[in-house]
């Protein structure tokens, strides 16, 4: 079934015991299809093109392999983070995700330690007016720096255009996965990307979502659990 009769084949259902109006709605039911049909009622709208508005390149300062705001904020809610929770990048670099989570009334924390993409990272939150906390620190230091978080959101350096300070970078990522873990408590979330898929001894890994950039990178997007 396609998409045009599967919405032929609700709004049939649904005027069997309601009024359709397709112009000015009360509300709005959405269908997702996946190995079953999903029905919802949205209850509100989110401006998707306010996601435009701060995508890479409108942003000062900016790196081309940055995560779009799109993917940064499907990130964060992934953690499950709520308004007021602290969220931690700690390879914030030029700061996309700390400013979706603080664009989400979060107490967004980042650090990075490369002091030019700190400093860029605080140059784009002042261009966006929000406010967050970003240190230079190594991701060593962050546990003892930051102490526990709600939640961890990262996309760290691949090892080619993104610097790892010379650094090996399967123990950069293994060093990040233990600083995640030590900064959350049980049952709290860390959502990492990584460019391959990973496991680890300190977190469950819950969800894996695979987003393929261009031919030799594909994105693991981890929601890992604290044990």
Partial sequence: MNTHDLAKLVGRVLSQKHDIDLTTPDLTVRVLLSEK???????HEIDRKQFDRRKVAERPFFSPI?????????LINLTEAR???????PFCGTGGIVLE?????????GSDIDPEMAAGCKRNLDH?????EVQVADIGDVPSMFGKV????????YGRS???????IDLLYRRGIIASAEVLSPGKRAGIVLPREVRTEEMELKELHRQRVHRSLTRHYHIFIRR
């Fill in 37 to 43: 049909v999903h029905l919802f009622i949205s209850d």
């Fill in 66 to 74: 940055s995560l779009h705001p799109r993917y940064a904020r499907a």
């Fill in 83 to 89: 308004r007021g929770d602290s969220v931690l990048d």
């Fill in 101 to 109: 989570a603080a664009m989400m009334g979060m107490r967004a924390i």
């Fill in 128 to 132: 966006f007016n929000v406010r967050a």
């Fill in 150 to 157: 709600d939640a961890v959101t990262t996309d760290p350096p």
């Fill in 162 to 168: 993104a610097s790892t300070k010379k650094e090996d």
